[in-house]
């Protein structure tokens, strides 16, 4: 089940962390996080999933600034969420849906115990301009049944900063 916007308001600081918070961002049944400046985009039009993929770093002006469609740029949220006992849900908000900007390409279900900024996968389907400190996406959060473990991955948690991907870990945790 979901969560409501007054249930998340109520269990703020307690059994679930979102900071900084304003009250006003609540919805019926989420809360809207907002887009960092930073964003990176890799070097290499042909990325390795056994290897690191080099990065750029990109800063969205005030002025905004203007993605490419068929690039995939890597950006955060300002807001550090966790959670111990819900699992969180990362949507992008219709409003940028509908500018044809995808803010989480296959990544928004998260797990109960990721703790960290959420690290989003921005694609555009046409040229649009994007500005920091957007109110970009919205997480919800879902009830879990049974027993559980909290996520713990030494390649996302906590993080502050944005992660691209490190998918090469699995490889190296295999040899």
Known sequence: ??????????????????????????????????????????????????????????????????LEPNRLYLGRTNEFTRTDCYVPMLEGRSSTGRLGLFVHVTAGFGDVGFAGCWTLEIFCVQPVVIYPDVEICQISYYDIDGEYDLYQSKKYQNSREIRPSQMFMDFEAKE
């Open 1 to 66: 089940m979901i969560l409501s916007g007054k249930k998340i308001q109520a269990c703020m600081g307690k059994e679930i962390i979102i900071y900084p918070f304003d009250p006003k961002r609540i919805n019926p049944n989420s809360y809207n996080l907002t887009l960092n400046r930073e964003l990176l985009v890799y070097e290499n039009d042909l990325l390795d999933m056994k290897r690191p993929n080099p990065v750029q770093k990109l800063l969205i002006p005030e002025n905004g600034l203007l």
